[in-house]
């Protein structure tokens, strides 16, 4: 067994390859590619069709080169999945989730946030306190999209129907439209009958924005092949997933919420690095 230094220095090329010069899989650990999990979702799927509501919650990893106040390369997510559930189920519960652990936080630990209204964000409380008792604006992703088209502020990222919203999309929406006010953004992961669009939000908060993004899952068969082709993805690596519809299937939904993201809405936290120890970003 070679010493922690030797293994330190081993050249990039003792990885098994091809006669081609690519990874050759077969002689790798798993014999096969395997990488880090950017989520939970399509095996709690498989729960959630045995056993009905079931959550997750775990690392998951992302590569993203996103050097901002609310990314990371590794964090931690909370992955609820809802049996015959839709959308609208998915975001009454998205909303229920966060209400209670809001108030939860105001209820449990008074001492520390009068510690961070005074030290970290002034008026975090009552930020809290309006996301545990008002009603979340819903919004469909063509009226977000309407909505910025309008807006007087010039964006770094140019608007238009089709694009992802970014960050600064996102705030200007909760935090200047809304003055406030937590919003679900509906831009309809099942297909919608318009065939441009599917059944999928996302929560937006005030400072955060994007907090919990979820969908209604694709149950149909057919759908689903078509869109691994779409893709261009392996019918033969999602066997099982495929299987779940093959043999029987239900309306399902459910979403993600990143846990670090949470810490830093809830403390009022400047940025995430800070709400996890030992951070791993770009």
Avoid at 222 to 237: A, M, T
Wanted: contains cysteine; negative net charge; hydrophobic residues 40%.
């Amino acid at each position: 067994i070679p010493s922690s230094r030797e293994a330190a220095d081993s050249p990039v090329d003792a990885i098994p390859n091809t006669k081609n010069g690519l990874i050759d899989w077969s002689q790798d650990f798993f014999g096969k590619p395997a990488f880090l999990t950017v989520s939970g979702q399509l095996n709690a799927e498989t729960y959630a069709t045995a056993l009905s509501d079931v959550y997750t919650f775990g690392p998951t990893f992302r590569a993203e080169n996103s050097n901002t106040s609310r990314h990371l390369a590794e964090f931690w997510m909370i992955e609820p999945e809802l049996a015959f559930a839709d959308l609208d189920d998915d975001m009454a519960c998205a909303t229920a989730y966060l209400q209670y652990v809001v108030r939860h936080v105001l209820d449990n630990c008074k001492e520390d946030m009068e510690f961070f209204n005074t030290w970290i964000e002034k008026g975090v409380i009552d930020r809290l306190n309006d996301v545990a008792e008002k009603d979340f604006v819903q919004l469909t992703y063509t009226d977000a999209i309407g909505l910025l088209l309008k807006a007087k502020k010039k964006f770094e990222f140019p608007v238009k129907w089709g694009c992802d919203l970014q960050s600064e999309h996102e705030r200007y929406i909760t935090e200047e439209a809304f003055k406030g006010c937590p919003e679900i953004k509906a831009f309809y992961m099942r297909q919608n009958d318009d065939g441009k669009t599917v059944a999928a939000m996302d929560m937006l908060v005030p400072r955060v924005g994007e907090l919990i993004g979820g969908s209604q899952r694709e149950e149909r068969l057919d759908y689903l092949e078509n869109r691994l082709d779409e893709l261009k993805l392996s019918k033969e690596s999602y066997w099982w997933y495929l299987d779940l519809r093959r043999y029987g299937s239900v309306p399902h939904a459910g979403f993600g919420l990143g846990f670090e993201r949470l810490v830093q809405f809830a403390t009022g936290i400047e940025n995430i690095r800070d709400a996890i120890p030992f951070p791993r970003a770009p």
